[in-house]
Antibody, heavy 122, light 110 residues
Framework: EVQLVESGGGLVQPGGSLRLSCVVSGFNFDSHSMNWVRQAPGKGLEWISYFSRNDISRYYAASVRGRCTISRDNAKNTLYLEIHSLRPEDTAVYYC???????????????WGLGTPVTVSS | QSVLTQPPSVSGTPGQRVTISCSGGSSNIGSNTLNWYRQVPGTAPKLVIYNNNQRHSGVPDRFSASKSGTSASLAIRGLQSEDEAEYYCASWDDGPKEYVFGTGTKVTVL
């Protein structure tokens, strides 16, 4: 069974940093590209980052570019997202999602975790 | 503000057919595959349709989708109460090099 479990969310002060983790199981992690998607309270889905399976490409949404770093540890079946200079508008549930096609850019997010909530507030 | 536009809501009675439109541009829908996701409030999104018109594993054949030019649509026939959810279209956008989600459409079963 494919499973993705996010962790690392919580309450952070503006200007702070967080490192989110996503531990996966039930599939060959190193064979799949991965994504982070977030959803602010009462809002729609917002894709924020992608890491290709072969480590050739990483992409970031403009809203987080320069403040965010996506990484992965294939030995630990874990995807990470570091976010710096956090702002109140970064408050959201953060989901990791597997990419099915692996074509070098985000294409089909076929399995998602349950998400980890991040609140940026003083 | 998303570059993929969807109607805020659609509704129908049980058994009816409803459609959700998704309008984009040449750099996203016009040149990349289109996917549809559904999300019940308080839960994680789930893939419904990928590669424009392919149903994801476990999705009933009541769901169908199509794409033409810079627009796409998702149809649900034989509407059931469990189809109530928010539906999002999504595609890679070659311009900003971002994966963009649509504005979302709430499907209500009357």
């Amino acid at each position: 069974e494919v499973q993705l479990v996010e962790s690392g969310g919580g309450l952070v002060q503006p200007g702070g940093s967080l490192r989110l983790s996503c531990v996966v199981s039930g599939f060959n992690f190193d064979s799949h590209s991965m994504n982070w998607v977030r959803q602010a309270p009462g809002k729609g889905l917002e894709w924020i980052s992608y890491f290709s399976r072969n480590d050739i490409s990483r992409y970031y949404a403009a809203s987080v570019r320069g403040r965010c770093t996506i990484s992965r540890d294939n030995a630990k079946n874990t995807l990470y997202l570091e976010i710096h200079s956090l702002r109140p508008e970064d408050t959201a549930v953060y989901y990791c999602a597997r990419d099915y096609l692996g074509i070098g850019v985000p294409a089909t997010l076929d399995y998602w975790g349950l998400g980890t909530p991040v609140t940026v507030s003083s | 503000q998303s570059v993929l536009t969807q109607p805020p809501s659609v509704s129908g009675t049980p058994g009816q057919r409803v459609t959700i439109s998704c309008s984009g541009g040449s750099s996203n829908i016009g040149s990349n595959t289109l996917n549809w996701y559904r999300q019940v409030p308080g839960t994680a999104p789930k893939l419904v349709i990928y590669n424009n018109n392919q149903r994801h594993s476990g999705v009933p054949d009541r769901f169908s989708a199509s794409k033409s030019g810079t627009s796409a649509s998702l149809a649900i026939r034989g509407l059931q109460s469990e189809d109530e959810a928010e539906y999002y279209c999504a595609s890679w956008d070659d311009g900003p090099k971002e994966y963009v989600f649509g504005t979302g459409t709430k499907v209500t079963v009357l």
